[in-house]
C-alpha cells in the first residue's frame, strides 16, 4: 500500500524538520493557542532574540506559522492548515500499520495447517 500526500516531499521534509526541536514545538503550541509577538516569544525562553527567531523562521518556512507585520511589530499565528496536511499525513501511516497488524492478527488467529511427514505416509 502506498502512502498518497497532499503535500510534496519537500513540504513534508520542512514540517517534520521544524517539529523536531522541542522549542519549535512550545511556539507552535503557543501561537495555535493565541497570535503572539516575536518579543513575547523570545520573553519565553531562555535563548537569545535571535536564536528565537531562527526558530520562528524554521517554522515559518515549513508552513505551519504565519508571520505579519503590525506596526514595529511582528505577530505570529499557527496555520492549522498545514497541521491538518501532516496529521492526515500521519492518520494515513497509521491506516496502513493498522490494516498490516489486522493482516497479522488474522494470520495467527488461523488453525495450524498439518504438515506432511513422508515419514508417517501423509
Given at each position: ?10 513540504e ?34 531562555d ?76
Amino acid at each position: 500500500m502506498v502512502v498518497e500526500n497532499q503535500l510534496t516531499d519537500d513540504e513534508v521534509d520542512r514540517v517534520f524538520h521544524a517539529l523536531a526541536a522541542a522549542t519549535r514545538r512550545d511556539i507552535l503550541r503557543r501561537t495555535l493557542a493565541e497570535e503572539s509577538s516575536v518579543s513575547s516569544l523570545a520573553r519565553a525562553y531562555d535563548m537569545s532574540f535571535a536564536a528565537v527567531q531562527k526558530h520562528i523562521a524554521v517554522l515559518e518556512d515549513a508552513g505551519l506559522v504565519i508571520k505579519r507585520a503590525e506596526g514595529r511589530e511582528r505577530l505570529v499565528r499557527a496555520d492549522p492548515a498545514m497541521i491538518a496536511g501532516a496529521r492526515a499525513l500521519l492518520a494515513r501511516y497509521e491506516e496502513l500499520w493498522r490494516a498490516r497488524i489486522d493482516r497479522l492478527d488474522a494470520l495467527l488467529a488461523e488453525p495450524p495447517r498439518p504438515v506432511h511427514d513422508p515419514k508417517k505416509g501423509n
